[in-house]
C-alpha cells in the first residue's frame, strides 16, 4: 500500500519570499506518478504540478517547482516569489500503475503574510 | 456550468433522514469519484465509477450508496448517517483511469450531521 506524509501541517512565508513544503512517500512500484494539488480556501482543488517517478528532471510550472529524490522518496515542492493567492491548503499525493487512484497526505495549510 | 459542480453546497441533516448529493462534470470525462475530506486526515477515496461502471468502493458503510447514471453525473444517496459522517464531501473527475491523469474537483457539499 502507499502512503503519504506530510510533516508540516502549516507553514507561513513572507510574500514575494520562497517557501518549501515537504512531503515523503512509501511505495513499492518502481513508476508512478506524483502530484501536488492545492486547495485554497471555500474554493476547489486544483493540480498545481505533476512528475512522473521515471522522469530525473523536476517538474517545474512557472512559480512553482520541485525537488524529487526518489531514493529518498522525496519530493518536495518549492514557491518562488510567493503571492497572497498561494495561500491555501498544499496537498501532496501519488498514483502508480495499477493502482491509478490518488493517495492523499494530511496537507499543509500555507499562509502568506503581505 | 464548466468543470466539476457539485449541489447543494451546504446540507444538515438528521440521522434519520435521506438526502442526496449530486455531481455534474461538464469535461467530457469518463472516470468520476466520491471522497471524503475531514479535519486533519487524509483524503478518502469512496467510490470510483468508470464509464458508468464502479469499479472501487473502498469500504464505505451501506448507508452511502452512490449512482451513477451516465459519465457526466454522480450521485450519492444518503440515509441513516451518523455525527462521525460530517465532513467535505469532494467529487472528481478524470478523463480516464490513468496513473498520470489529473483530477478535477468539485467545490464540495459540507455535510453535518445531527
Known amino acids: 500500500a502507499q502512503t503519504v506524509t506530510q510533516s508540516q501541517p502549516e507553514m507561513s512565508v513572507q510574500e514575494a519570499e520562497t517557501v518549501t513544503l515537504s512531503c515523503t512517500y512509501d511505495?513499492?512500484?518502481?513508476?508512478?506518478?506524483l502530484f501536488w494539488y492545492k486547495q485554497p480556501p471555500s474554493r476547489q482543488m486544483i493540480l498545481v504540478i505533476r512528475?512522473?517517478?521515471?522522469?530525473?528532471q523536476n517538474a517545474t510550472e512557472n512559480r512553482f517547482s520541485v525537488n524529487f529524490q526518489k531514493a529518498a522518496k522525496s519530493f518536495s515542492l518549492k514557491i518562488s516569489d510567493s503571492q497572497l493567492g498561494d495561500a491555501a491548503m498544499y496537498f501532496c499525493?501519488?498514483?502508480?500503475?495499477?493502482?491509478?487512484?490518488?493517495?492523499f497526505g494530511t496537507g499543509t495549510r500555507l499562509t502568506i503574510i503581505p | 456550468e464548466t468543470g466539476v459542480t457539485q449541489t447543494p453546497r451546504h446540507l444538515v441533516m438528521g440521522m434519520t433522514n435521506k438526502k442526496s448529493l449530486k455531481c455534474e462534470q461538464h469535461?467530457?470525462?469518463?472516470?468520476m469519484y466520491w471522497y471524503k475530506q475531514s479535519a486533519k486526515k487524509p483524503l478518502e477515496l469512496m467510490f470510483v465509477?468508470?464509464?458508468?461502471?464502479?469499479?472501487e468502493n473502498n469500504s464505505v458503510p451501506s448507508r452511502f450508496s452512490p449512482e451513477c447514471p451516465n459519465s457526466s453525473h454522480l450521485f450519492l444517496h444518503l440515509h441513516t448517517l451518523q455525527p462521525e459522517d460530517s465532513a467535505l464531501y469532494l467529487c472528481?473527475?478524470?478523463?480516464?483511469?490513468?496513473?498520470?491523469?489529473?483530477?478535477?474537483f468539485g467545490p464540495g457539499t459540507r455535510l453535518t450531521v445531527l
Open positions: 472528481a473527475s478524470s478523463q480516464d483511469l490513468l496513473a498520470s491523469d489529473e483530477q478535477f
Open positions: 511505495t513499492s512500484e518502481s513508476d508512478y506518478y
Open positions: 512528475q512522473e517517478a521515471y522522469k530525473q
Open positions: 499525493a501519488t498514483t502508480n500503475f495499477g493502482n491509478e487512484k490518488l493517495t
Open positions: 469535461l467530457g470525462h469518463n472516470a
Open positions: 465509477y468508470n464509464f458508468k461502471e464502479q469499479t
